[in-house]
């Protein structure tokens, strides 16, 4: 058989065709991957909210073996889709997507029952801005529930720091606000005062390219 008219299964080639891609995350996963070998702990479990595409899941399974990595995104429209986009990779270390939005007050007790244990850290690339900003407030307090002393929650996105704005950032954020005027880029200085008032102190912030950055934020000891 001629290689190049061979098709993959039908049923597949439909899947591929409804699951989301993103560009951005096959552009930043590589910076990504090595802010998160720095940071992460070297082994565990590891939540992704927001996990969209599922791409930086299966990307960071692949390349952290010592790490279990959780997705979870809230879009029934393309769960299906990334689910078994997920499965099919077939990596001991990739859990099943779960269905989590950090707007549901109960997100961090459901997480819980699904994996059955608390994770050692979260991952959250690319939402707060893309979310209205309550999902930011229930992002930190669920954390709150799900983390213990020493915790991590790791935030990556583009972000107004001291009132500055990066040109293409604030394109962007005009954008998003056209989008959806409760969208928008936040400054750093208010996800710090929603981690504060969580018990979570600001560890670390690491630029990365395209006007972005991660912030590492560590559950204070002793915080309720
Ligand atoms: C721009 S995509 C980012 C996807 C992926 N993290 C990436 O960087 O490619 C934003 C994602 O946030 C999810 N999302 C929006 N609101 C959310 C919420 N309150 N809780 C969890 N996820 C949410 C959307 O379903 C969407 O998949």
Redesign the pocket.
Known sequence: MNKSTHSSAPAQDKLAAVR?V?P??LR?REPLLKALRDELPPSGLVL??????G??GVYMAQNLPEIDWAP????RE?HGATSSWIAQHKLPNLRPLLD?????AQ?AQNALAALARAPDALV????IH???W??CE??FAGAAELLGENGLLFL?GPFAQGGVLAPSNEAFDQWLKNQDPNWGVRALEDVCGVAAGNGFDLAKTIPMPANNTSVVFIREAGAP
Request: hydrophobic residues 35%; glycine residues 6%; negative net charge.
């Open positions: 989301r993103s951005s995350a930043n992704e909210i927001a996990s969209g595409s791409e930086h979870s995104d809230p879009d393309v989590l939005a950090t707007t549901d997100w959250c690339i690319n939402m893309i979310a209205p309550p999902a229930g992002l990556y």
